[in-house]
């Protein structure tokens, strides 16, 4: 089935420790997204890329980085955990239409 | 700043009719999304209202009204399967999303 794929869907980390989160789209979408959803919020953007090759910062990009070195593949890294980065994390691409396809999420326990 | 406000919980009874409203002070507008999270899942697409009105799919309908900064999705015929979080965001003049907290909408039988 085609969609994205996020890889841990679970995870507890130790902090301090640096952390990268995959994710994998095979629909060839140019855009893609990684939100963090902590509850009580809304969904927030951590860091997005237009297209492969580029990459940009969104609302809190802070203790993450991205990289896009291909159309499908949009890994997120956590360099230094903290415990405010305990969160779940969703993956997300989108086409010209503007709609959003999410992956199933990865739920990140910073200890 | 930018905001999107909607009801934190409602609470609805199968087979009748709920409204859950969005209102938004964005900096520039270009269409509004709804989408349904069930819990532990991931959002789903719902309906995408760019100009004023309504729009009807099944069971749930969006309605936008961009000068009052005002957006509802109505669901029909209510099933205990709609029982999920619904996110309303829109997108601004970067064509970036800014997203509600979601609506907790718990039907009961």
């Given at each position: 089935i085609a969609g994205i794929t996020q890889a841990p869907t679970s995870q507890i980390l130790a902090a301090g420790r640096r952390m990268t989160l995959r994710c994998t789209q095979?629909?060839?979408?140019n855009a893609m997204y990684w939100y963090r959803q902590d509850l009580g919020l809304g969904l927030r953007l951590i860091h997005y890329s237009n297209t492969a090759g580029t990459t940009g910062k969104g609302e809190v990009p802070d203790g993450y980085s991205v990289s896009r070195a291909n159309t499908d593949d949009f890994p997120l890294t956590l360099a230094s955990a903290v415990p405010s980065q305990t969160s779940v994390y969703f993956c997300a691409s989108s086409d010209n239409t503007g709609e959003l396809f999410f992956g199933e999420g990865s739920r990140l326990t910073v200890l | 700043g930018q905001n999107i406000d909607q009801p934190t919980e409602m609470t609805a009874t199968e087979g009748a009719i709920v409204q859950i409203n969005c209102t938004y002070q964005t900096s520039g507008f270009n269409g509004l999304f709804w989408y349904q999270q069930h819990a532990g899942e991931a959002p789903t697409f719902l309906s995408y209202n760019v100009l004023d009105g309504l729009e009807e799919k099944g069971r749930f309908s969006s309605f936008l009204s961009r000068s009052k900064g005002y957006s509802y999705l109505l669901l029909k015929?209510?099933?205990?399967?709609?029982s999920a979080s619904y996110l309303c965001a829109v997108m601004d003049s970067n064509y970036q999303l800014i997203w509600g907290a979601g609506t907790k909408l718990i039907i009961k039988p």
């Open positions: 095979d629909m060839r979408h | 015929e209510l099933q205990m399967k709609d």
